[in-house]
């Protein structure tokens, strides 16, 4: 299975970044991947729904984690985090305040992708 790919979601391209049930260096890995693909889009433009359902999470994917979302920010329109119950709330912040982005959290990808391609539809 591809971890990061473009799903279409009511019409909309939509980027899954899939990290469920990784480890942390699947993770590091997963978030270089996305980072190529992120960086080809167009600026402001990016749908990205990120899924870390079940992921083991460390200091140094957390660490990664920063550093990618920093770098993707001026081609990310929105993004949406599903699966965060394994992130914890300190991580969470930090990244937010690290890469100066909002990544609201939803329970299911359905509610996210819904949030995503709504948000994009209203703001088009």
Do not use: C
């Not at 960086?39 to 433009?45: A, C, D, E, K, V």
């Amino acid at each position: 299975m591809d971890r990061v790919r473009f799903i279409t979601h009511k019409g909309k391209q939509v980027l899954l970044i899939d990290s469920t049930n990784s480890t942390p260096e699947e993770g590091v890995r997963i978030a270089d991947l996305s980072r190529a693909l992120v960086s080809t889009q167009p600026l402001h433009s990016a749908l990205i729904l990120i899924d870390i359902t079940g992921a083991k999470i460390s200091r140094e994917s957390v660490t990664h984690s920063k550093e990618v979302t920093a770098f993707d920010r001026p081609y990310v329109k929105r993004a949406a985090l599903v699966g965060a119950d394994s992130l914890p709330n300190a991580f969470y912040e930090a990244i937010k305040r690290f890469s100066q982005r909002d990544f609201p959290r939803f329970n299911t990808r359905e509610e996210a992708l819904d949030w995503l391609v709504a948000e994009e539809s209203a703001s088009s």
